[in-house]
Each structure stands twice: as structure tokens, then as C-alpha cells.
């Protein structure tokens, strides 16, 4: 599950946010989340996700037009618009902003799926979408060769060890808590102690000593710096 394309949620209603992401985990899309429209395109420029999930009204200074107008300047990503209200379909069909498609709230997760994998399947004939290479200081994960080096020195682990490390190095910046890290490296379907987290979270951090600058949040879970 950990190969599916990056789908970037930029919504601030955590219980859609959280629907959303589920679904999309559910159907082997990875994702990532911003809650505000600076936080998003900062996302996007870090990250670069194959697909963005647009709100509309956000918090902050950028509303989701704002964001994909900006967006534009400097990125080919698909975008899709969740839209709230029927003023808004208006105004994305009407402002020409590049938007390759919306939803409108509510929405079911089926139909966002399908939205989603239908617009990421026209952009795929246009781009060829190889498997990422992350450089974190002196680490390296590499998505292709399915490996993780230090210095250039390839670091064997096992394979829950990379899969949690490629999740933390993903999401880096973020904190994430143990059950996500299940879900992510595990898989949702996993059911086991989270304390398995702990665990490996060791083992990485024997492997890699200093290069992994991975913090303990405390009573939460960890972050990647
Ligand atoms: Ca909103």
C-alpha cells in the first residue's frame, strides 16, 4: 500500500479530512494533509504530490482559488475542488483556474475515489510518474531501488523497518502517532499493540544513529525532522 500515488489533502474540517484520508488509504493512495492554503502549497512544493484535494473556504489569507491560481504558476499537479456550496461549482467552472475537476459536499468516498483515480489516470498519460528518491541530510530513501543509504552506504533493513522509515521520511515535519504509523507501514488492516512501533522505532535508530533525526513526542507518537 505504501507505492500508491501521494494525494495532498488540503481541507480544515477534520472529520472530512479524516474521511477522506481513510478512503483514499483504503483504495492504496498514500496522503498527506495541510489545513490551510500556505501550509498546502508548502505541500506541494516539499512534497509534490501526484494529485491535490482542494477545499474551497480555508482558513488563513488563501482560499482554495488563491491556492490553485498559485499553484499554476509553478506546478502541472491535477487538482481536485471540494466544494461546500453551489456558488462555488459556479465560480470554478467559471474562472477557468486550471482546476482538472470538483467534488460537491457532501460527497460519497466512492465518487471521490473514482474522481480521483479518473483524473490521475489522464494526467498519468500526459507525465511519466517514477518512484521518488528522498534525501533527508545525509539519508537517503530511495523508492526504486527499495533502499535506504547513509553517505551512500546502503543501511539493510527489513521489511517493516524501511516501510516505517519511507512513512516517516514521507511525512516528515509532521508528527505522527503510532496507530497512523501502523496504518501507514502496517497497513490499516493490522491489529497489534502499538508498542510494535516503539520497537522498530529502535531498531531504525540503531541502524542509522544520528543520521535519522527522528523526535519522540511525547504521549503522541514521533516526527521526522
Ligand atoms: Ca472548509
Redesign the pocket.
Not at 55 to 58: E, P, R, T
Given at each position: 500500500m505504501i507505492d500508491g500515488p501521494l494525494v495532498l489533502v488540503v481541507?480544515?474540517?477534520p472529520n472530512i479530512a479524516d474521511l477522506v484520508d481513510l478512503y483514499l488509504r483504503k483504495n492504496d493512495f498514500r496522503t498527506i494533509r495541510a489545513v490551510d492554503g500556505a501550509t498546502g502549497l508548502a505541500a506541494v512544493r516539499d512534497r509534490r504530490p501526484d494529485l491535490v484535494l482542494l477545499?474551497?473556504?480555508?482558513p488563513g489569507d488563501l482560499d482554495g482559488f488563491d491556492v490553485c491560481q498559485q499553484l499554476r504558476a509553478s506546478s502541472e499537479v491535477p487538482v481536485i475542488f471540494m466544494t461546500?456550496r453551489d456558488d462555488e461549482v459556479d465560480r470554478v467552472m467559471g474562472l477557468k483556474l486550471g482546476a482538472d475537476d470538483y467534488v460537491s459536499k457532501p460527497f460519497s468516498p466512492r465518487e471521490l475515489v473514482a474522481r480521483v483515480e479518473a483524473v490521475l489516470r489522464r494526467s498519468s498519460a500526459d507525465k511519466p510518474d517514477g518512484p521518488r528518491r528522498h534525501e533527508v541530510g545525509d539519508l537517503v530513501v530511495d523508492e526504486m531501488a527499495h533502499e535506504a543509504s547513509v553517505g551512500g552506504q546502503s543501511v539493510e533493513l527489513t521489511r517493516r523497518e524501511y516501510d516505517l522509515l519511507l512513512a516517516l521520511v514521507e511525512h516528515r515535519g509532521l508528527t505522527l502517532s503510532r496507530r497512523q504509523l501502523l496504518d501507514l507501514a502496517w497497513g490499516t488492516d493490522w491489529i497489534g499493540d502499538e508498542r510494535t512501533v516503539d520497537v522498530h522505532v529502535r531498531q531504525l535508530r540503531a541502524k542509522f544513529d544520528h543520521h535519522l533525526d527522528l523526535r519522540t513526542v511525547r504521549g503522541t507518537g514521533y516526527r521526522m525532522a
Open positions: 481541507e480544515d474540517d477545499d474551497i473556504g480555508l461546500a
